[in-house]
């Protein structure tokens, strides 16, 4: 019998070498190469002895019912996942540490439990003493559910067969779990990727919904080089600052569903509190007549959230001034700080700038460029904006307004919450469909950013320019 063929494949970049090598010339890495046996070629003609069968091929039309979903009845988780659990898929749950991922399945868990369904909780992190400390002070020492606390897979594979009936097991963290198979340490990405594997087989077998809760590394990536967010059907990250009390639960990939949904959470000293309302809690601490404030009428997935841009400017006359942004992307600052500098004539380039959305909450929307522009202006006049007014609309590199998306959901949102008025771009003449404007607000409609710089510093004395008081 002839020899079968081997070769050395590259374990980081997958490049395969007829002979081993110290290092890998395409990824340069070292030591990466390893054996593998070729799959044994057949000379020309030969037919494989192994009768291959044949794959079926479909049309595109066809009647396929949703996904069963399975609610937590914690509605903002639901909204994430897409309308709730689909049977057998896998969820991964990020996040930094402490910000509230073992809290926020122990509930959904507790939740689901009560709701009649078999849920499985294991920790690898956590000793059922501390889990029970944790369900005493979230009110939830009731609440039917199974503790373990586990670290090894074969252990834990293994007694899933005494739960048939499980609807949901939570993984409490992925990094913690360890196979006796690989020989890397626990955490190490071969330990996460087989672990994450063999659960997943285990989940799609029995047909149970798996969470596992994924730690997220300094870079903001999961752990183990995203090779879990391939693996799994949705990708939730748990977001927020230590420091605030908001969470936001964000999909980032949904297989079942739309990712761009967020749900918002509240931490309280008895665990996260849904906020059914969350512009309302954005703007709680709102304190009018300061300059450098404006409220963006903004849209997270399909629900509106209005929030407070601030912005400070502090005069640095030398050196290289500051650009810092918590909340929005810095490439865009700079880019309204140059149309506002050269389409505006606005002088801003003698200050540090200092970009805050407030709450908490990152936005990325391009329709906030208005309201951060109205920022900009009222920081450099000094001039409060009107408090009762709310701004949305992208700016293009000419300060020429453009429309943005769903303009009357966020006005609908304004006006629920009491604005009297919304800065938004013109709306062009035989355009998009006709918005309908609700009766208590009025609409300034704007078609370049000069116009906003005249709205915003409505109190201006004439002759004062923006931009040359104030800082
Ligand atoms: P935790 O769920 O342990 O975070 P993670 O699993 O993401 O590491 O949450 C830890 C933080 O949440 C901790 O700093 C305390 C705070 N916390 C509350 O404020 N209220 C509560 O009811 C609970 C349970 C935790
Ligand atoms: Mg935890």
Not at 44 to 68: S, T
Request: glycine share 12%; charged share 20%; with cysteine.
């Amino acid at each position: 019998m002839a020899k079968p063929a081997h070769q050395f494949v590259c374990s980081e970049c997958g490049t395969a070498y007829p002979k081993w090598a110290g290092k890998c010339e395409v990824c340069e890495g070292w030591n990466t190469l390893e054996e593998s046996v070729m799959p044994k070629a057949l000379p020309g003609g030969m037919k494989p002895k192994v009768k291959a069968g044949k794959i079926e091929f479909f049309g595109l039309a066809g009647v396929n019912p949703p996904p069963p979903r399975v609610p937590t009845t914690i509605v903002e988780f639901d909204r994430v996942l897409g309308g709730g659990l689909v049977p057998a898929s896998v969820v991964l749950v990020g996040g930094d540490p402490g910000i509230g991922k073992s809290t926020l399945l122990l509930q959904a868990g507790a939740a689901l439990g009560h709701a009649g369904k078999r849920v499985l909780y294991i920790s690898g992190e956590e000793s059922i003493d501390q889990i029970r400390l944790r369900a005493a002070r979230l009110g939830l020492t009731k609440a039917p559910m199974d503790l373990a606390a586990a670290t090894q897979l074969g252990d834990i594979l293994a007694s899933f067969a005494q739960f048939p009936d499980a609807s949901l097991v939570v993984i409490d963290s992925i990094q913690t779990m360890w196979t006796d198979g690989v020989e890397s340490a626990p955490g190490s990405v071969s330990q996460v990727r087989a672990a994450a594997f063999e659960l997943i087989r285990a989940a799609k077998t029995q047909g149970f919904a798996l969470m596992l809760v994924g730690h997220v590394t300094k870079e903001g990536s999961l752990a183990g080089p995203r090779v879990l967010e391939h693996m799994v059907d949705v990708v939730l990250h748990f977001e927020g600052d230590r420091g605030h009390q908001f969470r936001i639960l964000r999909g980032v990939k949904n297989r079942f569903g739309a990712t761009d949904e967020i749900g918002v959470f509240e931490m309280t000293g008895g665990g996260l509190a849904e906020v059914a309302n969350p512009s309302a809690l954005f703007l709680a601490e709102r304190r009018g007549n300061v300059s450098g404030s404006a409220v963006f009428a903004g849209l997270e997935g399909s629900r509106p959230v209005l929030v407070e841009i601030q912005v400070l400017l502090a005069p640095n006359p030398g050196g290289s001034p500051r650009r810092s942004v918590i909340g929005w992307d810095s490439g865009r600052l700079s880019m309204l700080l140059a149309v506002l500098e050269t389409r505006c004539g606005l002088k801003l380039a003698m200050n540090d700038v200092y970009l805050n959305v407030a709450g908490g909450l990152r936005v990325s929307e391009p329709a906030a460029d208005l309201a951060v522009a109205a920022a900009l202006i009222s920081a450099a006049s000094d001039v409060p904006t009107d408090p009762q007014m709310v701004f949305f609309g992208e700016i293009g590199l000419s300060g020429e307004l453009r429309q943005v998306a769903q303009a009357e959901l966020r006005l609908k949102e304004a006006a629920k919450l009491g604005f009297a008025q919304a800065a938004c771009p013109k709306r062009v003449a035989g355009g998009a469909a006709k918005i309908a404007v609700p009766s208590s607000l009025k609409l300034l409609e704007i078609g370049h950013l000069t116009d906003l710089v005249a709205i915003v510093t409505r109190g201006l004395k004439p002759g004062v320019k923006p931009g040359s008081g104030g800082g």
